[in-house]
Antibody
């Protein structure tokens, strides 16, 4: 059974760094062609893809956020970590992690999401 | 790549068919012959769920009343007979070129 769960702070102040952890089970990120992505959704808005980390540690970032995003993995712990630096109120959103098998080029399992509010 | 969904709002009658269009500003047809477009449904208060991948492949557990079609720049999601549980926001997403993956703006489906 594949599950993913996001964890992290619900509230961060402007200019701070947001760190989110995706803890997953039911699959291995060391399996060839397996990836994990981060996606966010501002309140009432569309989805926005943020980043992807691959089984071979390749990393990809949304071009518009590239300078502020970092993604990493700990395969032994089945965790993927996303950091977003210098947050601003428009970064307020629900953040999701999702399994991304390259064969399907799609997000087949999603976490429940974590709402992060950026406010002083 | 910009994806444009239409309509943005779709009132539906249970038992009737429904259709959503997703148009891409660039072709999503890869040289390998696959169209890199997926469809997702976000039910109220839930995380999105995968319906269709690579334009026309139903994800595991997705009812066969859902179907995806299209190629290049024009894609369609069809529901053969809408059920009450199908309400929510439907998103298309292109995954042709990393790191430029993008979603459509969404189509809200609600019961009349």
């Amino acid at each position: 059974q594949v599950t993913l769960r996001e964890s992290g702070p619900a509230l961060v102040k402007p200019t701070q760094t947001l760190t989110l952890t995706c803890t997953f089970s039911g699959f291995s990120l060391s399996t060839s062609d397996m990836c994990v992505s981060w996606i966010r959704q501002a309140p009432g808005q569309a989805l926005e893809w943020l980043a992807r980390i691959d089984w071979d540690d390749d990393k990809y970032y949304n071009t518009s956020l590239k300078t502020r995003l970092t993604v990493s993995k700990d395969t032994s712990k089945n965790q993927v970590v996303l950091t977003l630096t210098n947050v601003v109120p428009v970064d307020t959103a629900t953040y999701y992690c999702a399994r991304t098998p390259l064969e399907w080029a799609a997000f087949d399992y999603w976490g429940q999401g974590i709402l992060v509010t950026v406010s002083s | 790549i910009v994806l444009t969904q239409s309509p943005r709002s779709l009132p539906v009658t249970p038992g009737e068919p429904a259709s959503i269009s997703c148009r891409s500003s660039q072709s999503l047809l890869h040289r390998n012959g696959k169209n890199y477009l997926g469809w997702y449904l976000q039910k109220p208060g839930q995380s999105p769920q995968l319906l269709i991948y690579l334009a026309s492949n139903r994800a595991s557990g997705v009812p066969d009343r859902f179907s995806g079609s299209g190629s290049g720049t024009d894609f369609t999601l069809k529901i053969s007979r809408v059920e009450a549980e199908d309400v929510g926001i439907y998103f298309c997403m292109q995954v042709l070129e990393i790191p430029s993956w993008t979603f459509g703006q969404g189509t809200k489906v609600e019961i009349k």
